[in-house]
């Protein structure tokens, strides 16, 4: 990542929240009357991690660079599908239960294939680069702390 400080287009949307995230304002934020598609990825906590049992998340995030990790994912998307007309990414933070959202990441274009290729390299590049911590809390009652880079799905 530069050093430069990209700063977000207006029509876009990040945040890092404690708040549960709501899947129909993540849409609404991505939606636009020039859009032929809206690709919407919701990741959420599942019940277990090769076959262990987990009972619950506990996310972290270096907010401000966490932030900026969006940006970035948004920019680099411009460029490589300019036709992209928005871009939404939230993540949240804390403890969340089995089945509660953890990432909304919402990309509204005129093309489907376009919107598909843009999100999946969203969330991809998020797990990737973003610096988000995840505690899983294991059916025994030990818990692991790993980076989400570590998890490959």
């Not at 804390?94 to 598909?116: D, K, M, N, T, Y």
Request: with cysteine.
């Amino acid at each position: 990542m530069s050093n430069t400080l990209i700063k977000p287009k207006t029509e876009d949307s990040f945040a890092i929240t404690f708040a549960p995230l709501s899947l129909e304002e993540i849409y609404a934020k991505a939606n636009n009357p020039a859009n032929g598609a809206v690709v919407l990825m919701s990741g959420m906590v599942r019940n277990q991690t090769d076959g262990q049992p987990v009972v619950a998340l506990e996310y972290q995030a270096y907010e401000p660079m966490a932030l900026r990790v969006f940006y970035q994912i948004a920019a680099d998307i411009r460029s490589s599908w300019p036709d992209v007309n928005r871009v939404v990414i939230y993540h949240r933070v804390g403890r969340l239960q089995v089945g509660e959202i953890s990432v909304l990441v919402a990309v509204g274009c005129p093309h489907r294939s376009e919107a598909f290729d843009a999100c999946r390299y969203a969330i991809d590049t998020l797990k990737h680069n973003a610096p988000i911590w995840k505690k899983e809390h294991w059916l025994d009652g030990s818990s692991t702390w790993v980076s989400i880079a570590a998890c490959e799905h």
